[in-house]
């Protein structure tokens, strides 16, 4: 199976979803990392070693669009956009076509995070054989978790160690220590919030959640919950449309984000 996770910006691959990645690159599924932005200009050399450093940490092919997109809170959002739908839909209709799009929600808060959450959304629901999208949320929240992956002290070394190679972010922001608190925090509350309220505890120290769904008839359908199983990891979908969630307008488009 082909993986394609979709990042808007370099690390995002290793914030977003990377225990779930890493799981499945380990059943033998190839991990495409699509890097859809370099950040400003200037960094953009510094960027780029980064992301192809960590990517060759955590065992991920990388592509990275060229041009990079301008998707920084200044750039016009629109075009932005536009381009990762673009870039989305050759993706889709190349010859490495994947079985799999893994992606933020376009809930996520974050400008950038949302457009590419919204541009994933768009094309996908534009074409008949939709591939199942695997969404996360770094600055959000995700309502409607539906698969939960437990992971290890050694899986959470691993982890750091190829987040690591972004040394220029994490100096400025630490997501390291991001990832570490939210596998402690999702290992508590993620049984309940995939399974059910009342439903047992996770049996382990670390776990993160995604939430998957799949299109049919026009309409979004969650996944059904599950511990991800990394060797047959798509599941069938359970009758309940998560549409109008997907296309509400955000939190942050109704002017309740953080500013820029």
Do not use: Y
């Not at 010859?95 to 799009?101: F, I, K, N, S």
């Amino acid at each position: 199976m082909r993986v394609l996770h979709v990042s808007p910006h370099p690390d995002d691959e290793l914030v977003g979803a990377p225990a779930t990645l890493m799981a499945l690159r380990d059943a033998g599924h190839e991990v495409v990392n699509l890097a859809l932005s370099l950040g400003r200009p200037d960094d953009h050399d510094r960027r780029r070693a980064e992301v192809e450093e960590a990517c060759e940490r955590a065992g991920f092919r990388l592509i990275v669009t060229e041009p990079p997109v301008a998707m920084s809170a200044t750039d016009d959002r629109a075009a932005a956009e536009e381009r990762v739908r673009w870039q989305l839909g050759m993706a889709l209709d190349g010859a490495e076509r994947p079985d799999l799009v893994v992606g933020p929600s376009p809930h996520d808060v974050h400008h950038a995070h949302e457009l590419t959450g919204r541009a994933i959304r768009d094309v996908l629901s534009a074409r008949d054989d939709a591939p199942p999208w695997w969404m996360w949320a770094i600055w959000g929240d995700l309502p409607f978790p539906t698969i939960v992956t437990t992971f290890d002290d050694d899986r959470a070394a691993e982890i750091e160690q190829a987040l690591s190679a972004h040394e220029g972010e994490m100096a400025r922001a630490d997501h390291r220590v991001h990832v570490e608190a939210r596998g402690r925090l999702t290992a508590v509350t993620a049984a309940e919030k995939v399974f059910g309220f009342g439903a047992p505890a996770l049996a382990a120290g670390r776990a993160e959640v995604v939430t998957e769904v799949v299109r049919e008839d026009d309409e979004w359908l969650l996944g059904s919950p599950r511990a991800l199983d990394a060797a047959s990891p798509l599941g069938r979908p359970i009758p309940r449309p998560v549409t109008a969630w997907l296309e509400a307008p955000s939190a942050r488009a109704m002017g309740g984000g953080p500013l820029d």
